[in-house]
């Protein structure tokens, strides 16, 4: 079946430091991808999203881009801040359904 | 705007006690879910549904039970709490193809 694999966590970065979080997924048709993002104590809110290949999803300075071709997403940001500390989630939307397949997150720790 | 509603927020059982963790959404969306999250596990399906009357399994659906008799509810049943059904659950909702909007997330702990 479909699944989405991303990098384990933490993830550990000074202020100002550059992002980046592999995910990459397994799937029949062609799903749509999405990041999604979870602050502590809150349930999970979407980030961005891409629907289609070499479409590129962003929101917030965060970025990525629907690979076909590596069967990636991975996240994306120039310049991280302590406010993005957070849990990540890349997920995939099954083609002709609404589930959503996630991955395991990664944990993102931003330090001043 | 409310958007969607879990209740309780967190919740103590016994094993072998029942509950019901109630989710309502006020966005008139089609497709509703209920997800648990463990660690290092990322979110699992467990119940999803694509419209009032309508309910399927997703990928861990043993010992829970749903029902959608409305648009805006999908309460989710647990019929014997297990320690192994220890977990953060969220409920999430969505038009068909759209944005999930997710609850804020039960806690639940079966002693």
């Known amino acids: 079946g479909d699944s989405v694999t991303q990098m384990e966590g933490p993830v550990t970065l000074s202020e100002e430091a550059f992002l980046t979080i592999n995910c990459t997924y397994t799937?029949?048709?062609?799903?749509?991808l999405f990041w999604y993002v979870q602050y502590p104590g809150e349930g999970l809110q979407l980030l961005l999203k891409a629907t289609k290949a070499d479409d590129k999803g962003s929101n917030k300075g965060f970025e990525a881009t629907y690979r076909k071709e590596t069967t990636s997403f991975h996240l994306e940001k120039g310049s991280v801040q302590v406010s993005d500390s957070a849990v990540y989630f890349c997920a995939l939307g099954e083609d002709n359904t609404d589930k959503l397949i996630f991955g395991t997150g990664t944990r993102l720790q931003v330090f001043p | 705007n409310a958007g969607v509603t879990q209740t309780p927020k967190f919740q103590v059982l016994k094993t072998g006690q029942s509950m019901t963790l109630q989710c309502a959404q006020d966005m008139n969306h089609e497709y509703m879910s209920w997800y648990r999250q463990d660690p290092g596990m990322g979110l699992r399906l467990i119940h999803y549904?694509?419209?009032?009357?309508?309910?399927d399994q997703g990928e861990v659906p043993n010992g829970y039970n749903v029902s959608r008799s409305t648009t805006e509810d999908f309460p989710l049943r647990l019929l014997s709490a297990a320690p192994s059904q220890t977990s953060v659950y969220f409920c999430?909702?969505?038009?068909?193809?759209?944005?999930?909007?997710f609850g804020q997330g039960t806690r639940l702990t079966v002693v």
């Open positions: 999430a909702s969505s038009f068909r193809g759209g944005e999930a909007f």
């Open positions: 799937a029949t048709g062609y799903p749509s």
């Open positions: 549904s694509v419209g009032a009357g309508i309910t």
